[in-house]
């Protein structure tokens, strides 16, 4: 699993590429939180158009990092997920909370 | 009909060999894409149930995995040695979680339920939890 974090503007887009599991998500959520904590952005990306593979350790991360972004005031969103993880995030309820996007 | 039994540490860096291992053994019932996503899905939420709760992340613990194709149909059975469930009814509500500290969205059993045809689990506190899940794929088996 890659991720990315890249900053442009007001805007950080964190890129991951790769499958999502309980084994990957201890390095994605410590170096999510490592970027959110130092802030300086008013939108946060989730770009989920390289994440090939995601089961609901996923939404845990999601909704984890939800909180202190929107403790930040940040806009959240999620780009291009995959049929299957795009069916995962619909059955959580993710889009009540996240609004999905196109990069 | 084919049938498979692997035993494999209860090692979380193993869940993404067994999800594919499972797709792979199915292949031969001419899955569709979205019907081997939601297979590793499945496998992937229980091998994640029994480390994480049922060993509770302990080292030395095994994973069994019984997996048989039959007319069409991938039947896969997950079991542990670990903990058991206490309450096996509430462990199947959507988003119950005993560990909302960890971040846990309690949806593993959902998913599981919603993308296997069928889903069954057997538990007993203290001596393991054991998975029943079938998929119809479709296609005989010649």
């Known amino acids: ?103 | 009909m084919n049938k498979l039994y692997i035993k494999i540490s209860a090692d979380m860096a193993n869940d993404a060999f067994i999800r594919s291992t499972v797709a792979a053994f199915c292949v031969e019932l001419d899955p569709t894409v979205e019907q081997i996503e939601d297979i590793k899905t499945a496998v992937s939420e229980a091998f994640t149930n029994c480390v994480i709760h049922g060993y509770e992340g302990k080292s030395g613990n095994y994973v069994y995995l019984d997996l048989c194709v039959d007319g069409g149909k991938l039947s896969i059975i997950i079991s542990d040695g670990g903990k058991g469930i206490e309450n096996v009814q509430q462990a199947l509500e959507p988003f119950f979680t005993t560990k909302p500290d960890e971040e846990r969205s309690g949806m593993g059993f959902t998913l599981m339920s919603t993308f296997m045809d069928e889903m069954r689990v057997d538990s007993t506190p203290g001596k393991g939890t054991t998975v029943t899940m079938v998929k119809n794929i479709g296609k005989e088996v010649a």
């Open chain 1, 1 to 103: 699993m890659q991720l990315d974090i890249v900053s442009s503007g007001d805007t950080v887009v964190a890129k991951l590429d790769g499958e999502l599991d309980e084994h990957t998500a201890v390095a994605v959520r410590e170096k999510l939180d490592k970027r959110i904590s130092v802030g300086g952005f008013r939108n946060f990306v989730f770009d989920f158009s390289h994440l090939k593979f995601m089961d609901s350790t996923g939404i845990g991360i999601l909704l984890g990092r939800y909180k202190n972004l929107k403790r930040a005031g940040a806009g959240i969103y999620i780009s291009s997920p995959n049929p299957h993880v795009d069916k995962i995030l619909s059955l959580a309820g993710i889009y009540r909370i996240i609004q999905k996007i196109n990069l």
